[in-house]
Antibody
Framework: EVKLVESGGGLVQPGRSLKLSCAASGFSFNDYWMGWVRQAPGKGLEWIGEINQDSSTINYTPSLKEKFTISRDNAQNTLYLQMSKLGSEDTAIYYC???????????WGQGVMVTVSS | EIVLTQSPTTMTASPGEKVTITCRASSSVSYMHWYQQKPGASPKPWIYETSKLASGVPDRFSGSGSGTSYSLTINNMEAEDAATYYCQQWNYPSITFGAGTKLELK
């Protein structure tokens, strides 16, 4: 069974950094592109970015490229999202997902809440 | 970046009614994917590559479209179909989602 479990969320002060993790199991992690999506409270889905199998290609939505960094550790079957200079606009549920052909999110994690507030 | 515009934003439907949700792209895309999301839950893959149903999706759902216009249709609305539906496109290296259509039961 494919399982994706995000962790690392919580309350963080404006301007600080936070690193989220996504632990993958039930499939061969190093065979798949992985990605992150977020959802602000009461809002829609926003794609953050994606990373290929060997981390040689990482794509971001333009507005977040300077603030967020996606990485992965295939030995640990874990995907990461490093977030810096956080503001209230970054308050959201963050989901990791496994990508399939044509950019579809085939599996989603349960999400982790990040709240940016003083 | 390709912008996806979903319509309507919200709608209500009675049991047994036919429902159509539209997703229009600002430029032509090859495929459209759809997700269903209920409150407090992660999005679920629902329709992929325009017209293929994800595992477990009832066959009263269907997807169609091409170019800049795509749709999700429900034949015979059921109570369990009340949810928010999002379309999503992939135009490498960018992915975008529509703003969502909230479907409520009348």
């Amino acid at each position: 069974e494919v399982k994706l479990v995000e962790s690392g969320g919580g309350l963080v002060q404006p301007g600080r950094s936070l690193k989220l993790s996504c632990a993958a199991s039930g499939f061969s992690f190093n065979d798949y592109w992985m990605g992150w999506v977020r959802q602000a409270p009461g809002k829609g889905l926003e794609w953050i970015g994606e990373i290929n199998q060997d981390s040689s290609t990482i794509n971001y939505t333009p507005s977040l490229k300077e603030k967020f960094t996606i990485s992965r550790d295939n030995a640990q079957n874990t995907l990461y999202l490093q977030m810096s200079k956080l503001g209230s606009e970054d308050t959201a549920i963050y989901y990791c997902g496994r990508l399939a052909y044509y950019g579809r999110f085939e599996y989603w994690g349960q999400g982790v809440m990040v709240t940016v507030s003083s | 970046e390709i912008v996806l515009t979903q319509s309507p934003t919200t709608m209500t439907a009675s049991p047994g009614e036919k429902v159509t949700i539209t997703c229009r792209a600002s430029s032509s895309v090859s495929y459209m994917h759809w997700y269903q999301q209920k409150p407090g839950a992660s999005p679920k893959p629902w329709i992929y590559e325009t017209s293929k149903l994800a595992s477990g999706v009832p066959d009263r759902f269907s997807g169609s479209g091409s170019g800049t216009s795509y749709s999700l249709t429900i034949n015979n609305m059921e109570a369990e179909d009340a949810a928010t539906y999002y379309c999503q496109q992939w135009n490498y290296p960018s992915i975008t989602f529509g703003a969502g259509t909230k479907l409520e039961l009348k």
